[in-house]
């Protein structure tokens, strides 16, 4: 069964730097989802992206991330410059259609010290 | 905007019996209504879907759930549970009329299911 992979599984990075999150959708899906679960807390939105073009962004998704689709498999999450309170949990998903269910990946754990 | 509540942290149930979770939503138009569980450090996985039609759902791994409009509910049940069905799970709504394309996902409701 096709399914969403996301690397790295772990990251640690140091305040202030840059990171970039990878995912690779499932192949026939057209929309790409990047939500966050911060340690204890729910699953929230960030962006969705569409068409080669972001769709929709929740207020977390500030100017400190971008996402990408660099080629025809890769979907990336980039974090500018990476506060302590960006550590969490980052999950990608995918969709055939807007309607239809998202998938989502195991995640790439996040921790900025 | 959307909400969900799931009212209970923590579910606990013993190995063959019943298990209910519950949620509840809030959104302006009619919803897209969906179940997730997420296992200690693993991905959120799809275990069932309300879209339009029946208000009864059958999905992944013996589960159900059943959209009840009145009450703005969309409960999880299994008639028999399993050890192996303690996880994380989460519901998660979006509107129809919604242009956007998230989720709203509920806080978690942890399931222990006891030998």
């Known amino acids: 069964e096709p399914e969403v992979t996301q690397t790295p599984s772990h990251q640690v990075t140091q305040m202030g730097q840059e990171v970039i999150l990878r995912c690779v959708p499932i192949?026939?899906?057209?929309?790409f989802y990047w939500y966050r679960q911060i340690l204890g807390q729910k699953v929230e939105f960030l962006v969705s992206f569409y068409n080669n073009e972001i769709s929709e962004k929740s207020e977390i998704f500030d100017d400190q991330f971008s996402v990408e689709r660099p080629d025809g498999s890769n979907f990336t999450l980039k974090i500018r410059s990476t506060k302590l309170e960006d550590s969490a949990m980052y999950f990608c998903?995918?969709?055939?259609?807007?309607?239809?269910?998202?998938?989502f990946g195991p995640g790439t754990r996040l921790l900025v010290l | 905007a959307q909400s969900v509540a799931q009212p209970e942290d923590q579910v606990n149930v013993a190995e063959g019996n019943p298990l209910t979770v519950k949620c509840t939503y809030s959104?302006?138009?009619?919803?897209?209504l969906f179940w997730y569980v997420q296992y200690p450090n693993r991905g959120l996985q799809f275990l069932l879907k309300y879209i339009t039609g029946d208000n009864l759902v059958k999905g992944s791994y013996g589960f159900e759930a059943e959209f009840n409009k009145s009450q703005t509910s969309f409960h999880l049940k299994k008639p028999s549970a399993l050890v192996s069905d303690s996880a994380l799970y989460f519901c998660a709504v979006r509107d129809r009329k919604n242009y956007g394309q998230n989720f709203v996902f509920g806080p978690g409701t942890r399931l222990s299911v006891l030998p």
């Open positions: 959104v302006s138009g009619n919803p897209y």
């Open positions: 998903a995918s969709s055939s259609t807007q309607r239809e269910t998202q998938y």
């Open positions: 192949s026939n899906h057209l929309y």
